[in-house]
T-cell receptor
């Protein structure tokens, strides 16, 4: 079963707060996990991605952490801003399939 | 560098009709994949092409088909449209489509079937 479980489905955070989104994958997946950000009416845009040689990657206010033994990875948005209000998707590629399995998405709303 | 370009952006079709969507990948990218996005099902993989060959296909009926041209541009076709085909169709490109290749999405084609 190729599945990526993403939680929570929706998230409301105050400006300046921390937003945390979690994903768990099943079975064999290649160790490369990207996160996409999607605004209404737009296609998903790559936000940040992590490769297997590190357990954490930080880019500005965005951090991915990866726990291989638990088959989990998460996105942390520090100092959340109203402009971060969007839907976030995690994804996992499955070896040799030339496709990604996506999480169901998290709708984030950051209150001003 | 131009991103992934999809045309048309919006279209309305009637049940039973067919539709063709077009995708131009990022220059130099040879892998093109297609995804369907709906509120209920999220992002679902349709198929992936590399060097004009379909390497994988998702769980969609045969009414959904695609092809890739020698310049890596791709088209997908949906025949005998059903109301449930209303969705955002996203094209994504990557350098080779191999494990660990980042995929980059276009803005999508919004299809409404009435």
């Amino acid at each position: 079963q190729q599945q990526v479980k993403q939680s929570p489905q929706s998230l409301i955070v105050q400006k300046g707060g921390i937003s945390i989104i979690n994903c768990a994958y099943e079975n064999t997946a290649f160790d490369y996990f990207p996160w996409y950000q999607q605004f209404p009416g737009k296609g998903p845009a790559l936000l940040i991605a992590i490769r297997p040689d590190v357990s954490e990657k930080k880019e500005g206010r965005f951090t991915i952490s990866f726990n291989k033994s638990a088959k989990q990875f998460s996105l942390h948005i520090m100092d959340s801003q109203p402009g971060d209000s969007a839907t976030y998707f995690c994804a996992a590629p499955y070896s040799g399939t030339y496709k990604y399995i996506f999480g169901t998405g998290t709708r984030l709303k950051v209150l001003a | 560098k131009a991103g992934v370009t999809q045309t048309p952006r919006y279209l309305i079709k009637t049940r039973g009709q067919q539709v063709t969507l077009s995708c131009s990948p990022i220059s130099g990218h040879r892998s093109v994949s297609w995804y369907q996005q709906t509120p209920g099902q999220g992002l679902q993989f349709l198929f992936e092409y590399f060097s004009e060959t379909q390497r994988n296909k998702g769980n969609f009926p045969g009414r959904f088909s695609g092809r890739q041209f020698s310049n890596s541009r791709s088209e997908m076709n949906v025949s005998t449209l059903e109301l449930g085909d209303s969705a955002l169709y996203l094209c994504a490109s990557s350098a080779t489509g191999d494990d660990g290749n980042t995929i980059y999405f276009g803005e999508g084609s919004w299809l409404t079937v009435v």
